[in-house]
């Protein structure tokens, strides 16, 4: 595709519809899943979190298998198309392209890491409010303590930050670009 004006109208159209799948993910778990959870949503949460914080959002949901199934849904398929049409876009906007592929790659790893974790870590959770009863409490203890839990909100820190300033960062060039191109004979 060598016509700039075409180009341009393929870069608007996969970033709007990144942004549309991303609202749609937002809003959707915001409305069904945050209330459930006192909107604590772990892959929107910016800042560390804990096992219990994930323990507590997973016992939250687990009182509501449909929207437990929704969330767990929502990493396996929704995400990765937002994750997909994101990158998509910041390779075909963002310039220098190294820089575009490193972003990207990096964002990608990040939230698919970010997706699997969850899943796992969720998978585990409900296992053991299924099994466990309210007197198991080294069962559910355990389930509390898991370190590894810091790593998965250090990991959703990185990717939230990376994926916004990649963003601001393709945004603000493309308009400095435009701005450069409109001023020059």
């Known amino acids: 595709m060598t016509?700039?004006?075409?180009?341009?109208?393929?870069?608007?159209?996969?970033?709007a519809l990144a942004l549309i799948v991303l609202l749609i993910e937002w809003i959707t778990l915001y409305r069904i899943v945050g209330p459930l959870?006192?909107?604590?949503?772990?892959?929107?949460?910016?800042?560390?979190?804990?096992?219990?914080?994930?323990?507590?959002?997973?016992?939250?949901?687990s009182n509501n298998q449909d929207r437990f199934d929704l969330y767990e849904r929502f990493l396996?398929?929704?995400?990765?198309?937002?994750?997909l049409l994101f990158c998509l876009w910041l390779f075909k906007a963002m310039r220098p392209r190294l820089l575009a592929l490193a972003a990207l790659l990096?964002?990608?790893?990040?939230?698919?890491?970010e997706n699997a974790l969850l899943l796992y870590y969720l998978g585990d959770l409900r296992m053991v409010l299924i099994v466990a009863e309210?007197?198991?409490?080294?069962?559910?203890?355990?389930?509390m303590q898991d370190p590894?839990?810091?790593?998965?909100?250090y990991i959703t820190s990185a990717k939230l930050a990376l994926?916004?300033?990649?963003?601001?960062?393709?945004i603000g060039s493309g308009i400095v670009n435009r701005s450069r191109t409109k001023v020059a004979p």
């Open 163 to 170: 994926g916004v300033l990649s963003a601001a960062y393709t």
């Open 134 to 143: 309210a007197s198991d409490a080294p069962a559910l203890d355990a389930a």
């Open 148 to 153: 590894t839990v810091l790593f998965l909100s």
């Open 76 to 83: 396996q398929w929704v995400d990765p198309v937002f994750i």
């Open 3 to 15: 016509d700039p004006a075409a180009r341009h109208a393929w870069v608007h159209l996969i970033g």
């Open 37 to 61: 959870t006192g909107y604590f949503l772990p892959q929107m949460h910016f800042g560390a979190f804990t096992s219990g914080d994930l323990f507590t959002f997973a016992a939250e949901l």
């Open 106 to 113: 990096c964002f990608a790893m990040l939230d698919l890491a």
